[in-house]
């Protein structure tokens, strides 16, 4: 229990540092957000009308201290403005859109690469020396060098473009609405596999490799001796003893890898057009859209401390260790 509490203690303190940060940041840059996002009805607003702009965006002439509380107390409440881009749609509103494509895409290709590397690396230690053990490992840390863009930029040029077999751009087909048809959910998994597969190809190779010299470090423990003296089964020791040990280093870094793979996911999503948080983001910045910036930053910030306090709260289930301390 004191675990637990010392942890949500540490992702509190860590979530109101991140608040913090959201809202000093952007009053610290060169320039003035206010100026620039009046910029562009400069001479075709009448002071009354900018005034009413003023309040719908939350600018305020009050001391930066009193701002920052009602900041706090409106994100509290889920109140993170409006958009500037999409005006006049709250930016919870138009993040909405956008998270349910990046949970897909993001979760998708982390899941599919956790899984898959972790076994392919059980199974690389299981049979060591094998040509699965030899090659595979090289292949995929060498494919894993690639920057998620590069590779998402080469696979749909080629696979795209010069061959047609998947879609150029976006999360489903510009003739389909969304719905729950057949349809629609074929469109959006032949559209999700480019992106996806690109992702995972990138990724797997650091799972795989990592388990396999945490697979390699377990098998030297004494528990594992005593294991092979009692005369368990290679099979039962290798998966039920030695992969269940080895997987901890690795679950405290698939909550680590989703910060990776929403900043992997903000290119890839940019190359195949596709409506997620990234796209979101990149938009708002070329749009100067400040308070959907803010509301990403700390949709991706809170996303991240999440993760990591329900892989904190796992490990208390899968390590016996940490329950007494």
């Not at 109101?16 to 000093?24: G, M, P």
């Not at 030297?220 to 001796?225: M, S, W």
Request: hydrophobic content about 50%; proline content about 5%; overall charge neutral.
């Amino acid at each position: 229990m004191r675990y637990i509490l010392r942890r949500l203690g540490f992702y509190a303190v860590a979530a109101w540092a991140s608040l913090t940060l959201n809202f000093f940041l952007p009053r610290m840059m060169p320039g003035d957000p206010e100026s620039v996002i009046f910029a562009r009805f400069r001479g075709q607003l009448r002071p009354e009308e900018v005034e009413a702009l003023r309040e719908a965006y939350g600018l305020s002439d009050d001391p930066i201290f009193l701002q920052y509380f009602t900041y706090l107390t409106h994100v509290l409440r889920g109140d993170f403005g409006l958009s500037i881009s999409a005006f006049p749609a709250p930016v919870t509103d138009v993040i909405a859109t956008g998270l349910r494509w990046t949970l897909l895409l993001g979760g998708v290709s982390l899941v599919l690469g956790f899984v898959v590397g972790n076994a392919l690396g059980v199974l690389g230690t299981w049979r060591r020396g094998s040509l699965l053990d030899s090659t595979l490992p090289p292949l995929l840390i060498f494919i894993g060098s690639f920057p998620y863009f590069w590779l998402a930029t080469l696979a749909l040029y080629l696979l795209s473009f010069e061959l047609g077999w998947f879609p150029l751009r976006h999360a489903y087909s510009d003739r389909l609405s969304p719905s729950y048809s057949l349809d629609f959910v074929q469109s959006v998994l032949i559209h999700l596999i480019l992106p996806a597969g690109t992702v995972v190809l990138v990724s797997i190779g650091g799972w795989l490799l990592g388990m396999r010299n945490t697979m390699i470090a377990t098998l030297a423990e004494d528990y594992i001796t005593f294991a092979e003296a009692k005369g368990l089964s290679q099979r039962r020791i290798m998966f039920s003893y030695a992969a269940r040990n080895a997987l901890l280093p690795n679950i405290t870094a698939f909550g680590m890898a989703l910060g990776f793979v929403l900043g992997g996911a903000l290119l890839t999503e940019v190359v195949f057009s596709y409506p997620g948080l990234g796209y979101q983001l990149l938009t708002a910045v070329r749009n100067l859209d400040y308070p959907l910036m803010q509301g990403l930053f700390l949709m991706i910030t809170f996303a991240v401390l999440g993760a990591n306090l329900i892989v904190d709260l796992l490990y208390v289930r899968l390590d016996p260790r940490v329950r007494g301390s």
